[in-house]
């Protein structure tokens, strides 16, 4: 598995691939069960009728996210038209952690998302700012253009409590303790021993759910 935060603790598999590595090919070879991805015991719904989603889970404070997050970012870009890219927050009962989820939900509801979602990770492993209460997290916000006053009344709303208990109970049905970790279509999740490899992996996975979806169902 790519270098990933695992709660209790680290989790440290592979040193730290640069930001600015190549991004995988798109899927070339069939996905192979317990060396490309695992399926999820339970089967999860999806927010995206019609759509193959995937869901990166992820923190703000997990430098193993941060690396990630460029490369995620520009494969998600170029996804197919077909396929969703969703992330979801985990809090794994961290104090810190669960108030950067609510940090994520807030900048969605605020509308200073696009502007700041990058921003929050260099601040944090960067900068090395202490961003961990609503008060400098909208301090911070205010500070780097955003709008403070919406953020705080966003964060505290009954809106993002529940968008943030719905992230921690996602982490729990899809069986996720390590992140980053992607998710396809509610029922696999994608392994792999690098970034890239981890998004190579995706790629399979995701020709692996679309021919699934185009092949003709079995008659009785």
């Known amino acids: 598995m790519a270098k990933r935060m695992r709660i209790p603790g680290f989790l440290l598999l592979l040193t730290a691939i640069c930001a600015a590595a190549a991004l995988p090919a798109r899927a070339s070879a069939a996905a192979v069960e317990g060396t490309d991805y695992r ?3 339970s089967p999860q719904p999806t927010s995206s009728p019609g759509k193959i989603e995937v869901i ?3 923190s703000y404070a997990c430098p193993h996210c941060n690396d990630f997050y460029p490369l995620v970012s520009a494969w998600a870009a170029k996804l197919p038209k077909d396929v969703v890219f969703n992330r979801v927050p985990v809090g ?11 940090a994520y939900y807030a900048l969605r509801a605020s509308g200073d998302f696009e502007r700041l979602d990058g921003a929050l ?4 492993h960067e900068e090395h700012l202490n961003l961990v ?3 400098s997290l909208a301090d911070w916000v ?6 403070a006053d919406k953020f705080a009344a966003a964060y505290t709303s009954f809106g993002v409590n529940n968008d943030t208990e719905r992230a921690d109970e996602m982490v729990q049905s899809y069986t996720v303790d390590a992140v980053p970790t992607l998710a396809i279509n509610g029922r696999y999740i994608v ?3 690098s970034y890239t490899q981890i998004l190579a992996n995706a790629d399979k996975v995701i020709a692996m759910v679309r021919a699934n979806q185009a092949a003709p169902k079995a008659t009785k």
């Open 142 to 147: 205010g500070k780097s253009g955003g709008h």
């Open 39 to 41: 399926v999820i015991p």
């Open 56 to 58: 990166e889970f992820f």
């Open 191 to 193: 392994l792999g021993d």
């Open 121 to 124: 990770f260099h601040a944090l």
């Open 133 to 135: 209460d609503v008060g």
């Open 92 to 102: 794994f009962g961290r104090e810190a952690w669960v108030n950067l989820a609510r």
